[in-house]
């Protein structure tokens, strides 16, 4: 940047009339670098100049603020904007977005309100950022902000649904979230991953297990295959529900479908099946997790050593220490 400015101030116009371009590939520069202060004072040295300043470099200048962490700084340039009737749609999108990251979201809907009065007619992808982020703070005003944009003719997307979808479920919202999965569904809007697991997270939570079965098949259906998160899900509510032989079967079909469990899952299942006084069976889930790749970490050794000592297996306890050294893990 400093030798950009120098050839910009020193040798620039030994050859060249000074023209609006140059000036705004400093400032475009300078905002891209996050330098905001040369910025702004090139930006200054144009308007007296009388050189024409467009919303492209105006709105250069808000992101360069934003992403200098000066949003207060970039709420007053782009006021100063919207008084001179200089911005445009990715205006407003730039502005809505820093204020949804800093949780302002209140700003962000009155922000939406003056784009209308402005004859700017919001896209989906606006009114999605503004629903993310109040379906983290406020659900039912991202479901009524959800209701306003199809009355004012924006169709949702997927991300639309998701973000609410996702909101609700996490919340204990299960009825809601499930209409609002249908609706996504009839609508042509194909649920991603992280919506499914959301879904299926929170039907798992309220021992739900059928119902997330048969979201797991309706997975399949739109072509969407499980991960290791959303089998342990399942798993995890399972084990609350002390079918572990059933939970145990599940890992047996997750490792014939190629999905096989990770480390976490494993984990979970010997801690219940060592709380129940089953070593044997946690031992043999052990192997397995070994079978697979998995690396097992200090705390896996440290249940099954204890399950196996309050069992009375020595033989087993000191092959097991003996085990932990070879791989590495230290007691």
Known sequence: AGDAFALFTRDLWRYCARSAIAYKTMVEGYCYVGDMDPATR?????EKMGFHIDVGLHNAIIRGLIRAKRVDDALDHFAKMEKNRDTDLE???????????????????DLLYSMNEESFLPDVGIYNRII?????LQLHGAYLLFEQMIEAGVLPNSATFSFLVRGCFKRGFLDEGSELLRQMVESGCVPELATFNAVIEGLCKVRRVENARWVMNEMASQGCSPDAA???????????????????????????TGC???T??????????????????????FKEMIGIGREPDSSIYNLLLASHCAASKATACYELFTQMKERGVLP
């Open 132 to 136: 993310e982020a109040m379906s983290e």
């Open 91 to 109: 205006s407003y999108s730039i502005v809505v977005s820093a204020l949804c990251d800093e949780k302002r979201v209140d700003k962000a809907v």
């Open 260 to 262: 096989l469990p990770d």
């Open 230 to 256: 959303t089998h342990r899900f399942l798993l995890e509510a399972l084990c609350k529900m002390d079918k572990l032989d059933e939970a145990h079967r599940h890992v047996q079909r997750m490792i014939a």
């Open 42 to 46: 090139i930006l200054a040295q144009m």
């Open 264 to 285: 976490v899952t494993y984990s979970f299942l010997i801690k219940k099946l060592c709380k129940e006084g089953r070593p044997m069976e946690a031992h043999r889930f």
